[in-house]
């Protein structure tokens, strides 16, 4: 069966930390990958994605992601995390036409 | 620009109750989708429109759940009768125009949250 799944449920870390949360898919084919971020309160936004070519793709707010297509992976990763980034991370796999989202993270950031 | 709209934000209904909750997308999106999250879970496909046909509806609980887009715009989403287990938060999105694999992005309404008591 398809599914995305993210390693981590829960994750603590203080200011300045370097971040990387795991998300591992299994889909036949191409797939497209992306990262959404829900801050508290907020809606779910687009954090960002990969379609094809450099496996390393740059988002917003300094978030980077490496697609490893032998290991089926897509982390999430940032050198240096902020208070501002405590939210809900959701690793999502689209396949044809429907978006497939992992569990998702939380993430809290102490000052 | 404007986002996309959901109503109401927050719904409280007793078992066996019938609740709408309606959604308003981006002007211009033809696509659009409703997702279940359910507390602790990632957002799970119910249907998606595309204008107003339904492009895929397989993981919608057809006795209970009924969505409509009757003029490629607004929608709304039904439950008749409500279970314990429907309490989540509906989530609505929409994108533009998605034809032949491509994707293209999809932008989150804030949703509505549901309690079944």
């Known amino acids: 069966a398809q599914s995305v799944s993210q390693h981590n449920h829960h994750v603590i870390l203080s200011e300045a930390a370097s971040l990387e949360l795991g998300c591992n898919y299994s889909y036949g084919g191409t797939v497209n990958l992306f990262w959404y971020v829900q801050y508290p309160g907020q809606h779910l936004q687009l954090l960002l994605k990969?379609?094809?070519?450099?496996?390393l793709v740059k988002g917003i707010k300094g978030f980077e992601a490496e697609f490893i297509k032998s290991k089926f992976s897509f982390n999430l990763r940032k050198p240096s995390v902020q208070w501002s980034d405590t939210a809900e991370y959701f690793c999502?796999?689209?396949?044809?036409?429907?978006?497939?989202f992992g569990k998702g993270t939380s993430l809290l950031v102490t000052p | 620009e404007a986002g996309v709209a959901q109503s109401p934000r927050y719904k409280i209904i007793e078992k066996r109750q019938s609740v709408a909750f309606w959604c308003n997308p981006i002007s211009g999106h033809a696509t659009l989708y409703w997702y279940q999250q359910i507390l602790g879970q990632g957002p799970k496909l119910l249907i998606q429109?595309?204008?107003?046909?339904?492009?895929?509806d397989s993981q919608l609980p057809k006795d209970r759940f009924s969505a409509e887009r009757l003029k490629g715009v607004d929608s709304t989403l039904k439950i008749q009768p409500a279970k314990l287990e429907d309490s989540a938060v509906y989530l609505c999105?929409?994108?533009?125009?998605?034809?032949?694999?491509?994707?293209?992005?999809?932008?989150f309404g804030p949703g509505t949250r549901l309690t079944v008591l």
């Open positions: 999502a796999v689209n396949s044809g036409y429907a978006l497939n």
């Open positions: 999105a929409s994108s533009l125009w998605v034809s032949g694999g491509r994707y293209n992005e999809q932008f």
């Open positions: 429109f595309q204008n107003n046909g339904v492009v895929d």
């Open positions: 990969y379609f094809s070519g450099d496996p």
